[in-house]
Nanobody, 119 residues
């Protein structure tokens, strides 16, 4: 079993910045993709950014140019640097990672960290 511990959320004014962190631990075999999703009440969880083990990143259009995802494979850690935050970015942010064994690939979620952006 793999555990993801995400952190770094908080309250920030519009235009401000935050950096989220997520560390994977436990019975890790091979962490492949790592990602950040977010969810607001009554809405489905949506992908914010994803990064492959090789460092290729994709972003939702709403955060392009403002957010940057990065990772350290040796430390099984992924970050999300968020600049130019807007009230629309208010959500619970969840870390996600896939771990591959010889037999299958499984996805794991962090517990979530609240980001609140005031206008």
């Amino acid at each position: 079993q793999v555990q993801l511990a995400d952190s770094g959320g908080g309250l920030v004014q519009s235009g401000g910045s935050l950096t989220l962190s997520c560390v994977a631990s436990g019975r890790i075999t091979f962490i492949e993709d790592m990602a950040w999703h977010r969810q607001t009440p009554g809405k489905q969880r949506e992908l914010v950014a994803k990064i492959t083990r090789g460092g290729d990143a994709v972003y939702d259009d709403s955060v392009k140019g403002r957010f940057t995802i990065s990772r350290d494979n040796a430390r099984n850690t992924v970050w999300l640097q968020m600049n130019g935050l807007e009230p629309a970015d208010t959500a619970v942010y969840y870390c996600f990672a896939t771990d591959s064994t010889r037999f299958d690939t499984r996805g794991y979620w962090g517990q979530g960290t609240q980001v609140t952006v005031s206008s």
